[in-house]
């Protein structure tokens, strides 16, 4: 999942479609919508491989998505009523409109990006909703599709290609920006004279630039904002040179392919409409208007689909692309949960969470001295939990877990804290995940090419219950390391300023030249959620020193500076009154 936005979803009128990174941090206060995203990615996710069609399903009748979808992920939103957006909607000048009936979901993949339109009763407790539209944009071959079951239509629209100069543009837009991001930095941090005249060299040489591509008085004041004009050249020059040319088509459908998945379905009907010879022209019409109106139609249709013809092998491309791209899509969703001290995990019980992570993690064989076993050895250590464990089965209906102390005693796991019972669930469901899809498993099992899998996207709620703050700033190394080792990407929902501290640490170790470096190879990515606003995420970015170039909203790094002024302010009061 590249990216993931939204509109008229639980608490959301509109929210801005955020680009992920590879370890993405949700911050915010509580209802501050991070769950809603979570949702609406795993909501996304699942539908686009559930939804198909069939011989006895005509898609001419509306596609269903599912809000009670569990066979891989249950998001527990279960009915339309509750994931749709339950305020009026606001015009223009702030007045209250009508109810919104339809959710608009907007995600990318890879070189896909999809949007996809849902209709339902916000009053009935139907568990899916209609799809009245949706479009697949495949970006690798540059065509998109859409499919529009309100009007009977569907296009296929060529996209143009990015012109040099848009390219430039967006290159000297990037490059300002760092660089009076960092000249800003230098200022604030005191640094070298000579350092700081060296970027501002920078700075103005990169003004001359803008000046010249977008033509620019050399008398311009210095007020003039070179960032804006360079977003506003961007728009207008992507207005005129991104062209789409759509070709539009009645609705069509040739369910020969069972069960085929509805988005590859939808783009495969468009080489089955190609190889179709179509409908004789019209015949016995008598107003001469109307055949005339007709026949223009009947050309259109009959030029489309020869044009079409000439698209088959672009099109077979596209359809190849996206069935593999959907056959390798790999999310996986670690929920809150609270951590139990059960001497014993019955596998019977599918509502303990311990239990069925253990059952999962032992059926898939990790013997000791493998790497899943020793990646979690080695993490207990750093969390302080203990030497190594083991799990007993009885009778393969439950399990027991021990744990090897640092002094060679065998406890219950059980009998442990919170804190590493907490983490030592979380490992185990780690070292699953790294079992199943990445290439540390193709030591055992020859026969299955790895090489071609998407890296694995870890969700994990709330991951910091129950644990010291110590601990709590370990887990952003453990993330960063399974980036780096095992390719696992992470969308990571916390509350945790230690946490978010220790990623600001990373990243200042990590020593980049320049806010170019740190751009391509900083894995992480902190989006904080603001209560009040409608569409309120902020991505936070960092300098290359590890601050953050923007400041969190009252409540969360604030909370412990404020603690400390109290008080600094008592200690000062007590210390005057009794001078």
Not at 146 to 162: N, R
């Amino acid at each position: 999942m590249n990216s993931i936005g939204f509109d008229y979803f639980r608490r959301f009128e509109n929210f801005p479609e955020l680009d992920l990174g590879e370890i993405n941090l949700l911050v915010g206060g509580n209802n501050s919508g991070k769950s809603t995203l979570v949702k609406a990615l795993l909501l996304c996710v699942d539908n686009l491989r559930i939804i198909s069609v069939n011989n006895s399903n005509k898609q001419i009748n509306k596609p269903q998505f599912r809000f009670d979808a569990n066979e891989w992920h249950d998001v527990k939103i279960k009915t339309f009523s509750r994931a749709i957006y339950n305020k009026p909607l606001s015009d223009s000048l702030g007045n209250a409109e009508a109810y919104p009936s339809s959710i608009v979901f907007k995600f990318s993949i890879e070189g896909f990006r999809f949007e996809i339109v849902v209709e339902g009763n916000k009053d009935t407790d139907s568990t899916t909703g209609d799809i009245s539209c949706f479009s697949i944009e495949d970006r690798t071959n540059m065509v998109k599709y859409k499919v529009d079951y309100v009007t009977h239509s569907m296009d296929y629209i060529a996209l143009g290609e990015t012109s040099e100069e848009e390219t430039l543009i967006k290159k000297l837009y990037i490059d300002y920006k760092n660089a009076t991001a960092k000249l800003e930095q230098l200022s604030d941090a005191f640094a070298d004279i000579a350092e700081i005249s060296a970027q501002n060299e920078k700075v103005e040489s990169l003004k001359q630039k803008i000046s010249e591509l977008l033509g620019v008085s050399e008398e311009t004041d210095d007020d003039f904002d070179y960032e804006k004009a360079l977003q506003d050249a961007f728009k207008e020059n992507s207005k005129s040179q991104y062209k789409e040319y759509i070709y539009s088509l009645p609705f069509e459908d040739y369910t020969d392919v069972v069960d085929e998945n509805l988005f590859v379905h939808a783009i495969g009907n468009f080489i089955r409409i190609a190889n179709n010879p179509g409908t004789e022209p019209p015949q016995n019409v008598d107003e001469p208007s109307e055949y005339l109106a007709l026949m223009q139609d009947w050309q259109r249709i009959k030029d489309t689909r020869k044009f079409l013809r000439q698209e088959v092998d672009r099109i077979e491309r596209s359809r190849k692309a996206l069935a593999e791209l959907l056959s390798r899509i790999r999310v996986e969703y670690i929920s809150a949960h609270a951590a139990n001290q059960n001497t014993i995990y019955n596998t019977a019980d599918k509502n303990d969470y311990i239990a069925q992570t253990v059952h999962e993690f032992h059926r898939n064989r990790i013997y000791p001295g493998e790497s899943e076993d020793l990646f979690i050895r080695d993490w207990m250590k750093r969390f302080d939990i203990g030497e190594s464990y083991t799990i007993d089965t009885m009778a393969g209906e439950a399990y027991r877990v021990h744990v090897k102390e640092f002094d060679g005693a065998s406890v219950n796991l059980a009998d442990k804290g919170m804190g590493s019972i907490q983490m030592m669930i979380l490992l185990f469901r780690l070292a699953t995940i790294v079992r199943k899809y990445t290439l540390a498993n193709a030591e055992i099992v020859k026969d299955l090419v790895y090489r071609n899998e998407l890296k694995p996207l870890i969700l994990i709620e709330e991951p910091e219950q129950n644990l010291h703050p110590k601990m709590q700033s370990l887990l952003a190394d453990l993330f960063f390391e399974m980036n780096n080792k095992y390719g696992c990407r992470f969308i990571v929902e916390t509350h945790s300023e230690y946490l978010i501290r220790k990623t600001q640490v990373i990243v200042a170790e990590m020593d980049y030249k320049d806010e170019e470096e740190m751009m391509a190879n900083n894995p992480f990515k902190v989006y904080f959620f603001e209560m009040d606003a409608i569409d309120g995420v902020r991505n936070m970015q960092y300098f290359i020193s590890g601050a953050f170039k923007d400041k969190f909203g009252e409540g969360f790094f604030d909370e412990a500076a404020k603690s400390d002024m109290t008080i600094i302010k008592k200690e000062f009061e007590l210390k005057k009154k009794f001078k």
